[in-house]
């Protein structure tokens, strides 16, 4: 289910380049790098070359012979009324940014060209708005602000993964992969996230896909082109194969440098480790599981401090779907952790730090709390009332990993709230969360969701601690 992400950081323009990176991204960079602006006139070129050139040999095979049906056209339009109150200040006195309601619109047009199955070339604009709200208009938390017609993919992609087992995809993309915790398009917020990379896929054999890339997130600017963060270089494998008995096995690693971004959500030279096995339900067995773990290794920059990270994250899931029961519940007990930083001073960062996540939904609706210093116990029941229909019910319980850090938002890089001294109290509070979601017809999709935080220990001891909510409406249109 996509739900609400407002995990992204702050967005502004970014000029100059990194001075310097670690070995192993230099050469992955220098390797794949991409140009700061795609060369987008080349390509169609290119491709016009190969769709005209009148002295080509016979159409391989896949080949159209009516030049329009190599086009695809395809839309998407998201509208969301959306609710909040207290999530950030968790006090009914304050009247904050966000204690209010708005109406936010996602617009996005593609246009696939592909001459044969092995050669393809995809555009994809993208306009977002946001209507009757008092929040500032800076794209400062993911979801808010505008950003008028702008350009959200443009690749070129060269293989069929059918008939060779390796494939480019180059210019502006998402990367998206496994849980989403890591590295992942954020889609529930209006902007989504894309990077200007490099992509390459080798289909090892029927079971297995590796996947390489190498590129910087795309950063949002209101009144300007969208450029990306050329200071902040990603560079990454991602492997993911079937093995016995249903489940799917995962291996990733993942760097990051950006020592010298200034927009950056995380300033750092680190890499990320990590596994991931997961085994969906289905007609052998009615359980489901999920295990996902990852550590982090380099380091990280506080003001003009050098920190050595080290830090750990994991997330557990067990399920049991009763196939004979009515309206098909499934039930999972869930436990969510990462680590905090047990001493400020030492010189060393223990704080988990997701790279690019998609997490809205992995540790409740609200967003108020995310990966980061945190233990997450949680309940999961979902039945299915009628065909196409899902009904959720989460019940969250959040405490601090460690009590000398702080509560971090689903950005990762936010404080929810930066108390005056530190206590002992690691109980932040408690989140019930209710959803809904069906498909309307074949092409409009329903989502609509509530939920409320109940403040706990911390919260009491380091400020007001009043209910916070949110509630939202959703319709998404797909062509």
């Known amino acids: 289910m996509k739900t609400p992400d407002r995990n992204a950081a702050p967005r502004r323009s970014v000029n100059g380049r990194s001075a310097t990176r670690s070995q192993a991204s230099r050469l992955a960079i220098t390797t794949l790098r991409i140009p700061r602006h795609l060369a987008s006139a080349a390509m169609l070129t290119a491709l016009a070359g190969v769709a005209h050139a009148g002295t080509a040999p016979a159409p391989a095979t896949g080949a159209s012979d ?23 200040d968790f006090n009914d006195d304050l009247n904050a940014a966000d204690d209010d309601g708005w ?17 393809k070339l995809y555009a994809q604009g993208q306009d977002s708005r946001e209507f009757f ?7 400062l938390n993911g979801a808010n602000g505008d950003d008028t017609f702008d350009l ?14 390796l494939q480019l995809t180059l210019g502006r993309q998402p990367l998206d992969f496994g849980s989403r915790r890591i590295l992942a398009d954020s889609n529930w917020s209006n902007y989504g996230r894309t990077f200007d990379a490099a992509r390459v896929t080798w289909k090892v054999n029927k079971d297995w896909q590796i996947d390489a890339f190498a590129g910087h997130v795309v950063v949002i600017e209101e009144d ?6 050329h200071n902040a270089d990603l560079i990454g494998l ?14 990733y690693a993942i760097h990051l440098d950006s020592e010298h971004s200034t927009v950056a959500p995380v300033k750092g030279d680190f890499w990320t480790f990590g596994s991931r096995l ?44 009763f196939n004979d029961a009515p309206w098909t519940p499934r039930l999972s007990v869930n436990y969510s952790y990462a680590s905090g930083d047990d001493d400020r001073t030492d010189g060393d960062q223990h704080r988990f730090l997701p790279v690019y996540p998609s997490t809205h939904n992995m540790n409740g609706l609200l967003d108020s709390v995310g990966w980061a210093n945190i233990h997450d116990p949680y309940v999961e029941l979902t039945v299915t009332p009628a065909k196409d229909w899902k009904v959720g019910l989460q019940a969250h319980a959040f405490f601090r990993a460690e009590t000398a850090d702080f509560v971090y938002r689903a950005n990762g890089s936010s404080t929810l709230r930066t108390p005056a001294g530190y206590n002992g109290d690691r109980f932040i509070g408690t989140e019930v969360d209710l959803y809904v979601q069906t498909n309307l017809t074949k092409n409009l999709e329903l989502l609509s969701g509530t939920g409320a935080l109940f403040a706990g220990d911390y919260l009491d001891s380091t400020g007001t601690d009043d209910t916070a909510r949110t509630a939202y409406l959703q319709l998404t249109y797909k062509y």
């Open 66 to 88: 009516c030049l329009l049906n190599d086009f695809k056209f395809d839309a998407e339009v998201r509208v969301r009324a959306e609710w909040t109150d207290n999530v950030r």
């Open 103 to 119: 109406l936010i619109t996602r617009t996005r047009l593609g246009l696939a060209y592909q001459p044969a199955s092995w050669l």
């Open 278 to 321: 997961f085994k969906k339900a289905g007609k052998d067995s009615p359980w489901d599981w999920e295990l996902e773990a990852a550590f982090q290794t380099g380091h990280v920059l506080s003001g003009a401090k050098e920190l050595d990270l080290l830090s750990f994250g994991g997330q557990a899931t067990l399920g049991y779907t």
């Open 133 to 139: 709200s008092g929040r500032p208009h800076d794209t």
């Open 238 to 251: 991602y492997a993911s194969g079937k093995i016995p008995c249903g489940q799917t096995l995962d291996f």
């Open 152 to 165: 959200r993919q443009l690749y070129l992609q060269l293989g069929d993964l059918k008939d060779i087992p």
């Open 224 to 229: 300007q082109f969208n450029d990306s963060d």
